[in-house]
């Protein structure tokens, strides 16, 4: 149990975050203490951090609790999006970030629970995602599918040598990112 981090915000109460792998017992876990919590008068909350938990329908295969399963304590962002949607980091950051908020105005311990440490982290520590064009990412792909993945990267390495290199020749989709590209 950590005091929560200023990206957070909230001083006063813990943030409790559990990260691991699918399996190792987490959801378990987080239940317990949040039922010991409330045993003793404390108030908690789960929030999710498994990017795949946030679909509806993805149940097997993601460890998901069912409603029973859950013990009746509240828990946030299960089955928020549609398999057809997307999942981003920064999306998952605003509306974890609200839910803690929320959790922590109702008084309650929010307990941060996930095997997505990327997610997690964007939560915790203070990650900031820069604005994305569609327009753009859409012409970058286009000429991705049109000009090929070489064509691509050495027009990514003569724009963003760094980014050229940490990101790989092989990753197409990465180089997409309209941020890293000056036009």
């Known amino acids: 149990m950590t005091e929560n981090a200023s990206a957070v915000g909230a001083p006063g109460l813990p943030l409790v975050v559990i990260v691991g792998s ?54 946030h962002l299960l089955d928020t999006l549609d398999v057809t949607d997307e999942a981003t980091v920064s999306n998952y950051q605003r509306e974890a970030r609200s839910a803690i908020t929320g959790v922590l105005a109702r008084g309650a311990v929010p307990i941060l629970v996930g095997g997505s440490g990327l997610y997690v982290s964007s939560v915790v520590y203070d990650f900031r995602f820069p604005g994305t064009d569609p327009v753009l990412r859409e012409r970058l792909e286009a000429d991705l599918t049109s000009q090929g993945p070489g064509a691509m990267y050495a027009r990514l390495k003569s724009v963003d040598p760094q980014a050229a290199l940490r990101i790989g020749a092989s990753n197409g989709r990465s180089w997409c990112v309209p941020w890293k590209w000056s036009s």
């Open 22 to 75: 699918t399996g190792t017992g987490k959801s378990a876990l987080s239940l317990d203490i949040a039922e010991r919590l409330a045993a003793s008068g404390q108030p908690c909350e789960i929030v999710n951090a498994d990017a795949m938990q946030l679909y509806r329908g993805m149940d097997v295969g993601t460890a998901k609790l069912t409603m029973p399963e859950r013990r009746g304590i509240r828990h």
